[in-house]
């Protein structure tokens, strides 16, 4: 089967593309802007890592380009698409709005239409756990209200969401959504607080703890979130005629929504340990107030997954944590 992978130079993009080429059963094309919101070379170091790969392609292309993607789809005639690129992170939407709407919102309508046109048999592609907002009801659930966004990035990728719902539901286009919950190790965005963690660790520099400490997150690692977008990938949803629709989980549409966590969330500051243990260094923690847009807690409610694919999380924040050091050290000759 032909596969199209978008963002395949990122951190999860690239994760899934070495992960499915060694299945040998699909012929992957992978597309990425390689835009420079952080580190072009760590994402070309990644494409590099897949170059022994024989049954994969590396075009790059930017999803804003409606014409550039509507060519690649004609051409291509893809059978499934997991559409991974994006704008991400929280606190740069608040000083780049536009990167959000480009990427985001018109990026993820390009390819729900050529998904459309192309006859694709199954679409899934990534949300955020950000689109639960300030929701104190935990764990979170893909049932719950996510209406009240708090950073612009969540509200693309709540848009995301309802974009996909309405190509299910008016062109019969199978698309699964999964809310991605704090994914770091090996490859991992230097934007995100495992990355910053350890890099400032070993320099002996300090690192910025925000709300003071007081927050959990529900890590969730690498080769965990890999096997279950493989999985969900062959789960295709049907549309079920004898559902009325009245939410997510109950819409007639083929569309679904998962959480994708570990499923058990982690103090911050037994994060900073398990880094601490891993590098052989003590952290100096510099305490912060919490940021615009940013949460305190959160926690994936997996269950709906598990019951689609049999799948648990294996790997604990001890062991992933390590597994990054390991990575970076080796990455960077540290």
Not at 125 to 131: D, G, M, N, Q
Not at 194 to 200: I, Q, S
Not at 248 to 258: E, F, G, K, M, Q
Not at 294 to 318: K, M, N, S
Request: charged share 25%; net charge negative.
């Amino acid at each position: 089967m032909k596969l199209l992978i978008t963002g395949m130079a990122g951190f999860i993009g690239h994760a899934v593309a070495k992960r499915l080429a060694a299945r040998q059963e699909y012929d992957i094309v992978g597309v990425d802007n390689l835009s420079d919101y952080y580190d072009v070379s760590l994402k070309q170091a990644r494409l590099d890592d897949l170059a022994d790969a024989q049954n994969i392609r590396f075009e790059r292309l930017d999803l804003a380009d409606r014409e550039a993607v509507a060519a690649l789809f004609e051409t291509e005639g893809f059978d499934r698409v997991i559409h991974l690129a994006a704008q991400p992170g929280v606190r740069y939407s608040l000083e780049n709005p536009h990167a959000y709407a480009d990427a985001n919102l018109v990026g993820h309508l390009n390819v729900l239409e050529g998904c459309r046109h192309g006859q694709v048999k199954h679409l899934v592609y990534a949300s955020s756990s950000s689109v639960y907002g300030a929701n104190d009801k935990t764990p979170f659930a893909t049932s719950d209200n996510v209406d009240h966004p708090i950073s612009l990035y969540a509200a693309t990728k709540k848009a995301n969401e309802l974009m996909a719902h309405t190509y299910s539901h008016l062109y019969d286009l199978p698309t699964t959504g999964l809310r991605f919950f704090t994914v770091y190790g090996p490859w991992g965005r230097p934007d995100m607080a495992m990355f910053k963690f350890t890099r400032a660790v070993l320099a002996g520099e300090p690192i910025q703890v925000y709300n003071h400490g007081e927050m959990f997150r529900d890590f969730t690692y690498i080769d965990d979130i890999v096997e279950g977008i493989v999985r969900i990938l062959d789960v295709v949803p049907n549309r079920d005629e004898k559902t009325v629709p009245a939410s997510p989980d109950t819409s007639d549409a083929p569309y679904r929504l998962y959480n994708i966590g570990h499923g058990s969330p982690v103090a911050l500051m037994d994060f900073v340990r398990a880094v601490e243990s891993a590098t052989g260094r003590e952290a100096i923690c510099d305490f912060q107030p919490m940021q615009p847009g940013d949460v305190p807690r959160t926690w994936a409610d997996t269950e709906a997954l598990f019951a689609a694919t049999g799948h648990r999380p294996q790997i604990g924040v001890e062991e992933g944590v390590a597994r990054f050091v390991e990575w970076y050290r080796d990455y960077y000759g540290v």
